[in-house]
């Protein structure tokens, strides 16, 4: 089994539509999540992080969290053409020899077309 | 977050050589670490590069292969040795600040052998 896993995509949604990302994991001592988004031909960019079971708003993104399905996801409100990217999921590792280790998922591939 | 630059941001090289990364960080940051971004692919951590000491490489990934310095807290290097074909990939480094262990990518340096 992984360490991380995301459906894969790729995920395609008109301008204004939700679009939601999905993540499970399989470390059930990790604390701490990331979403990262990444433009082609661009590196990571973190833009959202959640420790707590439930959700976390910032802007059009939220990021939810279910530590008992070891579950995390991410929607994005009013998608905009701009949201086209790869979007990563990631989980520190929290304990043991390698500690702060990122474990990431393959990506899921969003387009929002207008 | 940390303001992180890489050089060289690409290159070409021939087979057989060496290429030397640097990454310089603009605050002092107790974690970085080496990944790897294949086309198409996710992230592979390459190795944890540790203050002070010895890095620590995940599995796959040797010294002799990938040495790597770190003399202080805002600077690491990566080398990537007797390069072949195989080795064409994006090298990015990233740092974990203390805030909520975020982890922040350089712009990546993108590798080329031929």
């Known amino acids: 089994q992984k360490e991380v896993e995301q459906n894969s995509g790729p995920l395609s949604v008109p301008e204004g539509a939700i679009a939601s990302l999905n993540c499970t994991y399989s470390?059930?001592?990790?604390?701490?999540f990331f979403w990262y988004r990444q433009y082609s031909g661009k590196s990571p960019e973190l833009i959202m992080s959640i420790y707590s079971n439930g959700d976390k708003e910032d802007g059009r993104f939220t990021a939810q969290l279910n530590k008992a399905s070891q579950y995390v996801s991410l929607l994005i409100r009013d998608s905009q053409p701009s949201d086209s990217a790869t979007y990563l999921c990631?989980?520190?590792?929290?304990?043991?020899?390698?500690?702060?280790?990122?474990?990431f998922g393959r990506g899921t591939q969003l387009t929002v077309w207008p | 977050s940390a303001v992180i630059s890489q050089k060289p941001s690409r290159d070409i090289c021939q087979r057989g050589t060496s290429l030397t990364i640097q990454c310089q960080v603009d605050?002092?940051?107790?974690?970085m670490f080496w990944y790897r971004q294949q086309p198409g692919q996710s992230l592979t951590l390459i190795a944890t590069?540790?203050?002070?000491?010895?890095?620590?490489?995940e599995s796959g990934f040797v010294i002799d292969k990938f040495p790597i310095s770190r003399p202080n807290l805002t600077f690491s290097t990566l080398t990537v040795s007797n390069m072949s074909p195989e080795d064409s990939s994006i090298y990015l480094c990233s740092v974990e600040t203390g805030v909520g262990n975020e982890q922040f990518f350089g712009p990546g340096t993108r590798l080329t052998v031929l």
């Open positions: 605050s002092q940051v107790t974690m």
């Open positions: 470390d059930r001592v990790s604390q701490s």
């Open positions: 590069a540790n203050q002070g000491s010895e890095a620590t490489y």
């Open positions: 990631a989980v520190r590792r929290d304990r043991g020899s390698t500690l702060g280790r990122l474990y």
